[in-house]
C-alpha cells in the first residue's frame, strides 16, 4: 500500500481591477514570503467557488463573485515533506472597489493591488 499522501486541492482568486492585479505576500509554507493571488486549500463539503470567494474574503476583507476556471498550476514538492498541490485559478469579479487588509486568521501577511 502506498503511504504517500494524495494531492491537495487549492483555488486562487485572480482579482483585476483598473489594470491592477490582487496579491497577497504568503505568511506560511508553502511559499512563505513569496506573493501570489489570494487562495488556499479546499474545504471538505465546500465547492470550489466558495472556496474562492471564501479565500479573498479571508486573505484581503474584500467580497466578490467567483467567475470562470482560468487555469490551474502545480506545485510538486522536492522533499516528502511538503504536499502536492493542484490549484486552480479563477477570474473574481468584486462586489466594489476597495482596498484589501491582510486578514490576522489568514496566510497572508500583506495584500496589495499590484500594477
Same mark, same amino acid.
Given at each position: 500500500?502506498?503511504? +504517500?499522501?494524495?494531492?491537495?486541492? &487549492?483555488?486562487? =482568486?485572480?482579482?483585476?481591477?483598473?489594470?491592477?492585479?490582487? /496579491?497577497? *505576500?504568503?505568511?506560511?509554507?508553502?511559499?512563505?514570503?513569496?506573493?501570489?493571488?489570494?487562495?488556499?486549500?479546499? *474545504? *471538505?463539503?465546500?465547492?470550489?467557488?466558495? =472556496?474562492?470567494?471564501?479565500?479573498?474574503?479571508?486573505?484581503?476583507? $474584500?467580497?466578490?463573485?467567483?467567475?470562470?476556471? /482560468?487555469?490551474?498550476?502545480?506545485?510538486? @514538492?522536492?522533499?516528502?515533506?511538503?504536499?502536492?498541490?493542484?490549484? $486552480?485559478?479563477?477570474?473574481?469579479? /468584486?462586489?466594489? &472597489?476597495? +482596498? @484589501?487588509?491582510?486578514?490576522? +486568521? =489568514?496566510? &497572508?501577511? =500583506? &495584500?496589495?493591488?499590484?500594477?
Amino acid at each position: 500500500m502506498n503511504a +504517500d499522501p494524495m494531492p491537495v486541492v &487549492a483555488v486562487g =482568486a485572480v482579482v483585476v481591477d483598473d489594470e491592477r492585479l490582487l /496579491l497577497v *505576500r504568503r505568511r506560511d509554507d508553502p511559499g512563505a514570503g513569496t506573493w501570489s493571488v489570494p487562495g488556499g486549500h479546499l *474545504r *471538505r463539503g465546500e465547492t470550489l467557488a466558495e =472556496a474562492v470567494v471564501r479565500e479573498l474574503r479571508e486573505e484581503t476583507g $474584500l467580497d466578490g463573485v467567483c467567475g470562470p476556471l /482560468l487555469g490551474w498550476s502545480e506545485l510538486v @514538492p522536492e522533499d516528502a515533506g511538503g504536499p502536492h498541490l493542484v490549484i $486552480l485559478d479563477f477570474e473574481v469579479t /468584486l462586489f466594489g &472597489a476597495g +482596498d @484589501p487588509v491582510a486578514g490576522d +486568521d =489568514a496566510d &497572508a501577511d =500583506a &495584500a496589495e493591488w499590484v500594477p
